[in-house]
Structures are given as C-alpha cells and as structure tokens.
C-alpha cells in the first residue's frame, strides 16, 4: 500500500492557513501555493540518490556527492497543479514537465480528460503528479491511470490538501503510489469540496469562477 506523507514544518502549516482564509486574494494565493510547493518539493526529494564523482576545487582534487538514478518528471493536473508546477523546478530545474488536462463534472464529480503531453522516456522518469486537492480522488487516480498507460512506472503524489476519501480511494486504485500531503483535512461535503478545504483551486488561483 502506498505509504501516506503529512508534512508538518511549520511553515508549510503557515503557509496553507492563508491559502484557506477565503479573504486571500488570487495574487498572495498563488504566491503562497507557489511556496509551498518549494518547500514540499525540499521534502520530498530528501530521498534522491547520489553518487560520488571527482571535482577540481581551487585547492585540490576532492570526491563530491551529486544527483544520481533516474531523472525526474513533474507532471501537473491541469488547471490548478499549474500552480504548483515553478515552485518545484526551482529546486529541481532539470526535471521535464508534462500536463494531464482533467476536470472533474460538477454533477457526477468524475474526471474529464481532455489533454495529455508527457516526456517522450517517461520508462526512464521518476515522476511527481501534483495537484492541491484530493478530494474524491478521481481526478489523481485517471491521471494516474494514463501515464501508466503510457509506461509510466514510478510515480508519486503531491498534494497540499486532501480528503480521507481521496487519501483511501489513490491508495486502493494505485498501492504503489506513495502520496505527499500538506493537510490531511476532515471530509467531503455533499458537493465533493474538501471541508474545511480552501475552496476551488483552480478558480482561486487563476479568479475564474
Ligand atoms: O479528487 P477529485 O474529486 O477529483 O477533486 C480534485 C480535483 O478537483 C479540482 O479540479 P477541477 O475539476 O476543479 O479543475 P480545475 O483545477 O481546472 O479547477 C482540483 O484541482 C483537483 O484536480
Ligand atoms: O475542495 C475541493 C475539491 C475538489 N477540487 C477543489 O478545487 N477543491
Ligand atoms: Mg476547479
């Protein structure tokens, strides 16, 4: 089973308290989804491999660490991973974006594919899906579903906030998905938001309604 990441630093948990006060405008929202997605991004990549090569500092000659293992993907769930996308190659510019265009049906809440674009090595890619909500889990679990498809085959979560249901519904649909969090929050409501949630993502981060 995929194993479940809350992160706690404090100023993750800052951070996501403005992105859920209502009365944060489009501007210091997008902003702060930016920041957080840098600091989950410092997170989750405590993991990545090194290897050792040899450098030429002004002194001497000295082994160093760098990155090593497969190169990553950051794939965002369009429109409000978009959100996330920067804040995260700030930290790791070489990775390669590619973008799943999924909208949820306001009535029956499932996903609605309506574009796809990955790396063409996507074998040889270690990749973060991202998206700040999972709520019912849909709309992670389809695009999930087509990167596999595409051969896909290591691929994590990131989201910064997430509903039980979704958490459960990822982790049953795709038990070797490891899944990041910001906040685990209480619940659905009857129209499938995150409660307490922050609202609509997309539509706060880019004032669409
Ligand atoms: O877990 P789920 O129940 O699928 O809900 C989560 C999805 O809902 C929102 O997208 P939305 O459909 O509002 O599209 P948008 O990002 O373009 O606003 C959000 O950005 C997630 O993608
Ligand atoms: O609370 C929610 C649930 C789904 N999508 C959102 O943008 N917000
Ligand atoms: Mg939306």
């Known amino acids: 089973m995929g194993k479940v990441y809350v992160f706690d630093h404090p100023l993750i948990q800052h951070k996501v308290t403005y992105i859920r006060d209502k009365s944060t405008g489009t501007k210091e929202f997008r902003e702060l989804v930016d920041e957080i997605a840098t600091l989950m991004a410092f997170e989750i990549t405590r993991d990545l491999p090194l290897e050792e090569i040899d450098v030429e500092t ?4 000295a082994k160093s660490k760098v990155l090593a293992g497969k190169k990553l993907g950051v794939v965002p769930i369009l429109r409000a991973g978009i959100g996330m996308v920067d804040g995260i190659l700030k930290l790791i510019p070489a990775a390669k974006v590619g973008h ?21 090595d996507v074998q040889e890619r270690d990749f973060i899906v991202v998206d700040p909500m999972l709520a019912t889990g849909g709309s992670a679990i389809e695009a999930v579903n087509s990167m596999k498809k595409r051969g896909a085959t290591k691929i994590r979560f ?3 906030i997430a509903a039980p249901e979704g958490v459960e519904a990822l982790q049953k649909a795709h038990p ?10 209480e619940k659905l409501n009857e129209k499938g938001y995150i409660v307490p949630g ?12």
């Open 58 to 61: 002004p002194v001497q000659m």
């Open 100 to 120: 799943i265009g999924l909208y949820r049906d306001p009535v029956t809440l499932q996903p609605v594919e309506y574009y796809l674009k990955l790396p063409s």
């Open 176 to 185: 070797d998905v490891d899944i990041y969090i910001a906040a685990l929050d």
């Open 198 to 209: 922050l609202g609509d993502a997309g539509d706060r981060l880019f004032g669409t309604k």
């Open 158 to 160: 990131m989201c910064i």
